[in-house]
């Protein structure tokens, strides 16, 4: 009997297409990327509890559109490709809703992380954190995952759908605006 | 490409936490979030409005198709022998020009036609034979 763990994406898809392993495969699918997949969107949407909804959604659709995964791309990047679209949709309805323009939500966001019981960061982790909130949506987004996660920019061009060269300028803009803003003070 | 030291080295680090055993309880509270879905009808979120809308739709065409009739068929208050009386009575209508095919008797049932002859002692067989 092979371990759990053990079993592969293709092996997990398969497992998931047959009626009668159906629960078993999502439930160790989720066990796979659960953390990747919440840690991915709580450096977008920081709160916990706005994460915890979000990772449900993405795996809510992840359950109704595995079947029709063509395997095209890894499955971790096309849950990646759901978890950001949740994320961004879930940040965009928050302009929309209260008609904030984007500043005003990240600063939402940066007091959010001030009083979140579950951010342990110290007092550069929180400049930083701050300091990302700064950046465009997709700079952040890319530096998010180059720098915390360590992805491919192959891997990331799957995610977001833009070409290596231009998630490589982002990065470097990123990286100019954050070190700037971490030599202020 | 990272030439501030500081970003290099010590700010990888995950500054986030969650609350104790959420990642243990977390697969079975999406195995329940899938179940849900799965056993909430479809019917309920999605088709229910279709239908609500479909409905009211129907129901609008019915008002408006009956509103039609009320106000192009006056003749809901002459479909009786007596009122098609007073129309002939009043030059309108003659016995002879007793016929479906006449537009201002269009408006009166066959039914009502037939009555109207039997008063006026006419033979609905003669009437058909001088007729055809």
């Known amino acids: 009997m092979v371990k759990d763990n053990s079993y592969t994406d293709k092996e997990l898809i398969t497992m998931f297409r047959n009626p009668a392993q159906k629960s078993y495969a999502f439930n160790l ?33 992840a359950w ?59 007092e550069l982790h929180t400049k930083l954190q701050k300091a990302l909130l700064r950046l465009p949506e997709k700079q952040r987004l890319v530096f ?27 990065y470097h803009h990123a990286v100019e605006k954050i070190e700037k803003f971490l030599q202020e003070d | 490409m990272l030439n501030n030291e500081l970003l290099n080295n010590e700010l990888r680090k995950n500054p986030f936490a969650v609350p104790d055993k959420y990642f243990d309880n977390l697969p079975s509270r999406v195995q329940d979030k899938c179940i849900m ?4 009808p479809v019917f309920a979120f999605g088709l229910l409005p279709k239908l609500a809308w479909s409905g009211g739709i129907i129901v609008l065409a019915l008002a408006l198709f009956l509103s039609y009739f009320n106000f192009n068929n006056t003749s809901i208050g002459k479909q009786n022998p007596e009122t098609l009386m007073v129309d002939a009575d009043s030059g309108e209508i003659s ?29 609905l067989n003669d009437y058909l034979a001088s007729r055809y």
């Not at chain 1, 990646?80 to 966001?109: C, G, S, W």
């Not at chain 1, 720098?147 to 490589?168: D, R």
């Not at chain 2, 479906?100 to 039997?118: F, G, P, Q």
């Open chain 1, 29 to 61: 699918i989720t066990r796979k990327y659960q953390e990747r997949v919440y840690w991915h969107i709580r450096k977008i949407v920081i709160s916990h509890d706005d994460t915890d909804d979000l990772v449900q959604n993405t795996f809510l659709k």
């Open chain 1, 64 to 122: 109704e559109g595995l079947e029709s995964f063509r395997e095209e791309s890894q499955l971790f990047t096309w849950l990646y490709r759901i978890a950001t679209n949740e994320a961004l949709t879930f940040l965009r309805k928050k302009r929309t809703k209260f008609f904030l323009p984007l500043v005003d939500v990240e600063n939402q966001l940066s007091n959010t992380l001030e009083s979140d019981a579950y951010f342990s960061g110290d």
């Open chain 1, 144 to 170: 998010n995952m180059k720098y915390f996660e360590e992805m491919k920019y192959e891997e990331i061009s799957a995610v977001v759908g833009t070409s290596v060269g231009a998630l490589k300028a982002s």
């Open chain 2, 37 to 40: 879905s799965k056993k909430s």
């Open chain 2, 95 to 123: 016995p002879k020009n007793v016929d479906v095919r006449k537009s201002s008797l269009k408006s009166y049932r066959n039914d009502v036609k037939v009555e109207y002859l039997a008063v006026r002692n006419v033979n």
